[in-house]
């Protein structure tokens, strides 16, 4: 039976293939730059190049929709085996299992109340709310560990409308790269 792990490298071992063959193709584009004289096959090579950046994006989302499923279930495992604190250590990396409570933030044209609170809260000068938006990672770990002290949220934002966004922070061995154990 295939494991996660061995998929996981599979799909490592075909994107890193292609990755380096993009790169090839790419620096044989780049010669024939301005050696093409018709603009309809130009802009036809244009054409194929955005679809090419779709089908990259498209892979990006599917690789990040992955990650977080992975991380749900790892995170789920590690509380499971009572590891919380203590980072898990495997043959190839230190990861760090933990989760993150994402709030929803008032809107100032939505909800202009709860926003004028909020920007008070955080000692933002009424002049300054036009501009006013918060920086997401920092709201986030405020969020988090208002929670984990079991501290009050910041007024307009509402404790019924938090989401649970599961991290899992990699750090590879020094003599340990993904390049090597495919």
Known sequence: ???????????????????????????????????????GATCDAIGVLKRSEELLKSASYEINQAIKQLSKVACALYLRDGNTGEPVRTEWLTATPDTKSVPTLPKRDKDPEKYAAMAEFFGVPQSAWGVFRPHWPDMKEYITQCEAESKPLPPGIDADTLKTEYVVICRWKKDVEPDTLV
């Open 1 to 39: 039976m295939e494991t996660t792990r061995e998929q996981a490298l599979s799909i490592y071992a075909h994107i890193r293939s292609a990755h380096h063959q993009a790169f090839v193709e790419m620096d044989r584009l780049k010669t024939l730059v301005g050696k093409e004289l018709e603009v």
